[in-house]
């Protein structure tokens, strides 16, 4: 997501360098390069004539500090403004204290309408409510049986007509009124789309709207399809009514446009955006996490919050105690691959971590492979040599044998052998006091990659501690730093 714009913007400040102000003649290069960017990832142009403006009149005159160079500053004022046209903060859905949450979930055919309705349902069970998902897409062939089948997968109820010929603001008023019998905290309805806006879905989407009287009207964007969908979220609302968008199939060779522009055109924030295909692939749109992922600054937070998601505190307590007396063993090791694997993919994870955005997807690639390759070395263990890899260092037969049932060579153990025990090495140095981050060890048979929260700013259980008391605080720090301060 965003690496080709993150490289772009990076280009355009290599020329700021060396003045102790920012001035419209070293600039000017620079925001030439940046408008090329945005235009190129298919932002809206009238969003990117305001936002090169803004940029253009904040920056001028900035005093550049010792120790920073005007690129730097530059950047910070740059992602100030992605910030202020994404619309500065997370606008969460509405939380009401009594009553049901009912939210109307619209959009064009292909979008990933049911999906997102399955997810919007996962996520707001995860947070105690009581959900309920209605099947109102009566056009759709199997749209109703996709949405059944993701109600089972995940324990959503899913309300549907059992007549033929209901129609779908009668099958949504049937479901509130089953709500209200059930003690329903959140209705979600799944409406129908169109492959294009028509006449008949908004005055359909308007007798749904009239009988259910939602809080929430979702509009659920591709964003493949680029700067047209801040034009799409604009006639929705400007004909039916919506509090915000949900950006969806934000993994593919989406080039950015749509979460720069929804907002600046239609006046709607984004609330989520969906980043895979698993169900849990959901995420609310933070406009300043964006911004830094954007501008290859990474995203801790999210990193840290997919983590608490995964994690007991007991079991990163129980790891952290293992790594300080180097007793952290090969059953170990597996549990956290098995975690990074619920977390996301590999290549997702890495690049939310501030300064690995450029590394290459081959070697994202080879890493997964690897991972891969030791799990099936470690399947070919025992018991014993899985809690105690130091007797497989005494004992080449048991190499050997390991080898053979895995497919692998005996050189091949050797190596994730050599590379496990220094690591355990690093990793106690590391949490009794050592230096944080991944020091270019790498994980066993990652070469000098390095791996996600390795170091004292990840992985629940695997760094100097950091994670341990972001766990115990309960809250993220959510203080913003400027760029320049980084």
Known sequence: MFDELSSRFEDAVKGLRGDAKISENNINDALKEVKKALLDADVSLSVVKDFISDVKNKAIGEEVVRGVNPGQKFIEVVNKELINIMGIENIPLIDKEDGIETILMAGLQGAGKTTATGKLGLYLKEKEKKVLLVAADIYRPAAVEQLKTIGSQYDLEVFSSKKSNSKPEEIAKDALDYAHENNVDSL??????????????????????????????????????????????????????????????????SRGGAALSIRKIS???????????????????????????????????????????????????????????????????????RLIKRMGSLGGLIKLIPGMNKIDDGMIKNGEDQLKKIESMISSM?????????????????????????????????????????????????SNGGMPGMGGMGMPGMGGMGMPGMGGMGMPGMGGGNINKSFKKQKINKKKKGFADL
């Open 188 to 253: 979600i309805i799944d409406t129908a789309g169109r492959l294009q806006i028509d006449d008949s879905m908004m005055n359909e989407m308007v007798r749904i709207k009239e009988v259910t009287r939602p809080d929430e009207v979702l509009l659920v964007v591709d964003s493949m399809i680029g700067q047209e969908a801040a034009d799409l979220t604009k006639s929705f609302h400007e004909k039916v009514g919506i509090t915000g968008a949900i950006l969806t199939k934000m993994d593919g060779d």
């Open 267 to 337: 006046g709607k924030p984004i609330k989520f955006i969906g980043t895979g295909e698993k169900i849990e692939a959901l995420q609310p749109f933070h406009p300043e996490r964006m911004a830094s992922r954007i501008l290859g600054m990474g995203d801790v937070l999210t990193l840290v919050e997919k983590a608490q998601k995964e994690v007991e505190l007991a079991d990163a307590e129980i790891m952290q105690k293992k790594l300080q007396d180097a007793t952290f063993d090969f059953n170990d090791f597996v549990k956290q691959m």
């Open 382 to 430: 025992t018991l014993e040599e899985k809690q105690k890899p130091e007797i497989l260092a005494a004992q080449p037969s048991r190499r050997q044998r390991i080898a053979q049932g895995s497919g692998y060579e005996a050189k091949d153990v050797d190596k994730v052998l050599a590379d496990f025990q220094r690591m355990r090495g690093f990793m106690k140095q590391m």
